[in-house]
């Protein structure tokens, strides 16, 4: 069975500051991970995804996000954060044995203080 | 190309009613799913197909039914409404996942219908 936790279901941070939303995972498997942005009443965008491949994922608006399998995490990070970051983060996985069912976090508020 | 696209974007519903929510995409995705977000929560799968002819359940299927003729179209069916249904729901879909490798399964989001059962 896979499973997904999200860490903090609140960050704030100040404009221009580094950001890091926490993510640990459980998988059986070699998981797929992803993060997904979510705007205030909007759908969900792709940020990034982890599939096997090199372990530190670049994603979109400056994310990346590092895979380490000895701690079974894929935490999320920006360099400096701007106020347009503000939003909802959910981070996914989805494991061969669980074959097409993604398991999401519960998200991750990011608040942008300016 | 339009991706994936939900309708209704809102709806109101009266306890017992039913409705359908329909979702289509239009990118030859084999796979799609429906999910429902309620705050604090995070998404949970309700139903999902891999193809035409064949769904399966998800983590909250109870009070839902789906249906796959198409590639393209996936329907959402509230048999009859609850409060406890009142949610966001979201469509997705992607390319099938191959099994035995670490395949790329970026899943494609619609906009979401946000419904309210009184």
């Known amino acids: 069975a896979q499973s997904v936790t999200q860490l903090d279901s609140h960050v704030s941070v100040s404009e221009g500051t580094p950001v890091l939303l926490r993510c640990n995972y459980s998988s059986s498997y070699s998981p797929s991970l992803f993060w997904y942005v979510q705007h205030p009443n909007k759908g969900l965008q792709l940020l990034l995804k982890?599939?096997?491949?090199?372990?530190l994922v670049k994603g979109i608006n400056g994310f990346e996000a590092e895979f380490k399998k000895s701690e079974t995490s894929f935490h999320l990070t920006k360099p400096s954060a701007h106020m347009s970051d503000a939003a909802e983060y959910f981070c996914v996985v989805s494991d061969i044995e669980s074959y097409q069912k993604v398991t999401f976090g519960i998200g991750t508020k990011l608040q942008v203080i300016p | 190309n339009a991706g994936v696209t939900q309708t209704p974007k809102f709806q109101v519903l009266k306890t017992g009613q039913s409705m359908t929510l329909q979702c289509a995409q239009d990118?030859?995705?084999?796979?799609m799913s429906w999910y429902r977000q309620d705050p604090g929560m995070g998404l949970r799968l309700i139903h999902y197909s891999v193809g035409a002819g064949i769904t399966d359940q998800g983590e909250v299927p109870n009070g839902y039914n789906v249906s796959r003729s198409t590639t393209e179209d996936f329907p959402l069916r509230l048999l009859s409404a609850a409060p406890s249904q009142t949610s966001v729901y979201f469509c997705?879909?992607?390319?099938?996942?191959?099994?035995?490798?670490?395949?790329?399964?970026?899943?494609?989001f619609g906009p979401g219908t946000r419904l309210t059962v009184l």
């Open positions: 997705a879909s992607s390319h099938d996942r191959d099994r035995g490798t670490s395949g790329d399964n970026e899943q494609f």
């Open positions: 982890y599939t096997s491949a090199a372990t």
């Open positions: 990118m030859n995705h084999e796979y």
